[in-house]
């Protein structure tokens, strides 16, 4: 007590520089314990390092040779017991992650240190503002019940997306509660969605966004936290989607009234089409529903798309993403893997990976629809950035959307199971196209994304258009860094998930939640007043991802939708399940 004032214990008792040697030794002690206290993990594995690791730190993680002693809970072993998987589950005191975060005027000189998951960011210990918490909260408290929130405004807001389907952001967060230990949040939510959560009404909705965001949030909610009700709710959704199916190819309808059966397809969709990312992005959650019900017309009906698509011939191996589902014919031949065309195929390798490897189909059709996008699609710019142009009638437009950015992931996923040797070349892909959407971030003035940029007339990586230069809070960018950090460990793609944070607090962050800006170039933000749903569900849970270990919701056990909502692989060991789905 008397060497902390500066004091000497009597008058001869030590010197100035032996007071200086002391105080700094007592200095050293008392940070040493205050990091142990606020930085060891909590099990024995070992959770934390130094944000720029070592390779020999990172080499001894991957190969195993850090000690574990973790045998499982359980508890996780036994709520998925009956299921047809033998996973690791969500380990209470491991899947935690908390945004600690500066003041606004401190924020620039924020450096992540630490990679527990319940203390990744540490900033200035004063403020410990958890994005989630933070983003949970304001909805709670200005729009519980509604889809969105508004939170400049303070008060719901719901798209023509659900009609008057309810509980959007409710549903769609339920398993990032869960992952995160936010267990109080998701009892309420539970709560609400046993009381209020109610498919009978006369309500239009998109078939692929209550499919993604809905279904995909409920089958998810059921398989961590083994409740019923998600069970039995994502049933009885999935069966009021099923008059989609109703056409003449069996190819479903954008829209569906929930109450008449009665489905159409957008009114701007070449010739009344539906489109390749809609109708192809149902087979994950679908083939689940089969599972859980026992019922195989789910794995059916998306089976049966599959049929009418090998039947058509594909322009230069590509797939259109406009297809009529009463003739059964392509409509403009204009493809994306961006908006309109992305998720299906990320679903085709997803398929393939969600059923232990043993669907070969949805393999080759991935496989030949990435050699195609190569061949046609992907160039790189004289600046030597690596992009995926859109192709329109055998012309190419140099555009990349945000959404395009999920892609990197998605090769890097699928790099392992490529053929002929080109995992090597797969991952060069996935990093090249990945440092492309992170020029796109830092080439703006906030480092945030556009929605679309282009590398023509002199620009390259760069909005040109006043109506692409907005950001909604999209998680493309953030899942791919996700990815990437999972397959190879480079610290780059934490270092860039940490700028991606820095600047949502600084620019996105406002009094009542988070919100979308309507220019990402302009020096100060222009806030379009939604906090998305899909912020909760993706956004910041691949930002978790990022600063976690590997074996939170491991990809040989996990495969996520398109809404970041993580179902289980089902095993090919399971003989009845597997036969359910044939």
Request: aromatic content about 12%; glycine content about 8%; some cysteine.
């Amino acid at each position: 007590h008397e060497l902390r004032k500066g004091k000497s214990a009597s008058p001869t008792s030590f010197r100035l520089t032996e007071k200086f040697i002391l105080l700094l030794v007592f200095s050293a002690f008392i940070t040493l314990c205050f990091g142990a206290i606020f930085f060891l993990p909590d099990s024995t594995k070992l959770l934390s390092g130094v944000f720029f690791r070592s390779s020999s730190v990172e080499a001894e993680t991957r190969t195993g040779t850090v000690s574990d002693t973790s045998t499982g809970t359980g508890k996780d072993e036994k709520i998925l017991g009956f299921l047809f998987v033998s996973l690791p589950a969500v380990t209470p005191g491991h899947l935690r992650i908390t945004f600690s975060l500066s003041f606004p005027e401190t924020r620039s000189r924020c450096t992540p240190f630490c990679f527990r998951p319940d203390f990744v960011f540490a900033c200035l210990p004063q403020s410990h503002h958890h994005m989630m918490q933070f983003s949970w909260d304001n909805y709670k408290r200005y729009a519980w019940g509604s889809n969105e929130l508004r939170p400049v405004s303070k008060q719901g807001h719901s798209s023509n997306l659900f009609g008057s389907l309810k509980g959007a952001t409710i549903v769609d967060a339920l398993d990032t509660l869960y992952i995160m230990e936010m267990y109080d949040e998701f009892e309420a939510a539970t709560e609400w969605v046993e009381r209020n959560l109610d498919f009978n009404m006369n309500a239009e909705i998109s078939v692929f966004e209550v499919n993604i965001r809905f279904v995909g949030g409920l089958l998810s909610a059921y398989y961590l936290s083994g409740k019923e009700v998600f069970r039995r709710k994502a049933v009885e959704l999935g069966e009021k989607l099923l008059p989609a199916f109703k056409t003449p190819t069996g190819i479903p309808w954008a829209l569906l009234n929930l109450k008449s059966g009665i489905g159409r397809n957008w009114p701007w969709a070449s010739g009344g089409s539906s489109i390749l990312a809609e109708y192809g992005t149902l087979h994950l959650e679908f083939m689940h529903l089969s599972a859980l019900s026992g019922r195989p017309v789910f794995a059916e009906k998306v089976m049966n798309i599959r049929k009418v698509l090998n039947r058509l011939d594909k322009p230069q191996g590509l797939y259109p993403n406009y297809l009529n589902p009463n003739s059964g014919q392509w409509g403009q031949h204009h493809v994306s893997v961006g908006g309109l065309g992305d998720s299906f195929y990320e679903y085709l390798l997803k398929a393939w990976l969600m059923s232990d490897k043993t669907d070969e189909e949805g393999k080759k059709l991935y496989y030949d629809a990435l050699q195609a996008i190569e061949k046609n699609l992907i160039r790189k710019s004289s600046g030597g950035l690596t992009y995926i142009a859109e192709w329109k009638g055998g012309l190419l437009e140099h555009k990349m959307g945000h959404l395009t950015c999920f892609a990197g992931g998605m090769i890097a996923l699928g790099a392992d199971g490529a053929p002929d040797d080109k995992t090597g070349h797969q991952m060069e892909l996935a990093a090249e196209i990945t440092r492309t959407c992170h020029e796109s971030y830092t080439r703006t003035s906030m480092k945030l994304g556009p929605e679309a940029f282009r590398f023509d007339g002199g620009v390259e990586a760069i909005a040109t258009r006043q109506n692409e230069k907005y950001f909604i809070l999209r998680p493309e960018v953030i899942e791919t860094y996700m990815y990437m950090w999972r397959f190879t460990h480079d610290p780059k793609y934490r270092q860039w998930g940490w700028e991606a944070v820095q600047a949502l607090e600084k620019y996105c962050r406002v009094v009542g939640g988070y919100s979308g800006v309507r220019d990402v170039y302009a020096n100060t933000p222009n806030h379009d007043d939604v906090q998305q749903s899909f912020y909760l569900a993706e956004t910041l849970k691949y930002l978790y991802l990022l600063f976690s270990d590997d074996d939170h919701l491991p990809f040989e056990h996990w495969v996520f939708n398109t809404e970041a909502h993580p179902l289980p692989v089902i095993k090919k060991q399971n003989p009845e399940i597997a036969n359910q789905l044939k």
